[in-house]
């Protein structure tokens, strides 16, 4: 069976640094590789995700991430952290249609600090 | 293109009874899919209908059902609610893809406290 591991549930980091938050997944066949953040009070905002191609994905709001097969990873960073990206980060793994329900990490809690 | 909507937002119930939630797709959307989040357990998967059939289910007991209208419009219902069903339910839609993998975006969710 398909899982997610996020294993940081709380990152604080300073504003202006740079911030990775990391994610592995475990799947059978062929992933599909999503990160989503959630504020809040509110759902859940799709950031970036990937399908194939190259490993690189670049995102929303200045997020990128890296796929690394080799290692069963899709780790999220951004450069520089502003304060309105405290949230919540969740790492998704998907199949190949719609029929497929996401499993979903257990979530990394993001602090900022001036 | 509005978003995935869900109402109510926020619910309060008594233990035993009954809750239908609701969810309106992105509209061309034609899946839907629900989950529950809650912070022990995290998001887990309840069900997801397309087209009006129920295509996946995850792993609740019967006292969670869901159905899906003409429209797309989809409700879910909890029947005899416990103290442990308080969680945040998400809705999610996607597209119908051209046979490759779909991404879901989520409503703001309906908040349930069970009491």
């Known amino acids: 069976a398909q899982s997610v591991t996020q294993p940081d549930i709380h990152i604080t980091v300073s504003e202006g640094a740079s911030l990775e938050l990391r994610c592995n997944y475990s799947?059978?066949?062929?992933?599909?590789l999503f990160w989503y953040v959630q504020s809040p009070g509110q759902g859940l905002q799709l950031l970036l995700k990937?399908?194939?191609?190259?490993?690189l994905v670049q995102g929303i709001k200045g997020f990128e991430a890296e796929f690394k097969r080799s290692q069963s990873s899709f780790n999220l960073r951004k450069p520089s952290v502003h304060w309105s990206d405290a949230a919540e980060y969740f790492c998704?793994?998907?199949?190949?249609?719609?029929?497929?329900?996401?499993?979903f990490g257990k979530g990394t809690r993001l602090s900022v600090i001036a | 293109k509005a978003g995935v909507t869900q109402t109510p937002r926020y619910l309060i119930k008594t233990r035993g009874q009954q809750v239908t939630l609701s969810c309106s797709p992105i509209?061309?959307?034609?899946?839907v899919s629900w989950y529950q989040q809650t912070p022990g357990q995290g998001l887990q998967f309840l069900f997801e209908?397309?087209?009006?059939?129920?295509?996946n289910k995850g792993n609740f007991p019967g006292r969670f059902s869901g159905r899906q209208f003409s429209n797309s419009r989809s409700e879910m219902n909890v029947s005899t609610l416990e103290l442990g069903d308080s969680a945040l339910y998400l809705c999610?839609?996607?597209?119908?893809?051209?046979?490759?993998?779909?991404?879901?975006?989520f409503g703001p969710g309906t908040r349930l406290t069970v009491t």
């Open positions: 999610a839609s996607s597209g119908p893809g051209a046979g490759g993998p779909v991404e879901q975006y």
């Open positions: 799947y059978g066949a062929t992933p599909y």
């Open positions: 990937y399908f194939s191609g190259d490993t």
């Open positions: 998704a793994v998907g199949a190949f249609s719609g029929n497929t329900p996401l499993v």
């Open positions: 509209s061309g959307h034609r899946s």
């Open positions: 209908y397309f087209s009006e059939t129920q295509r």
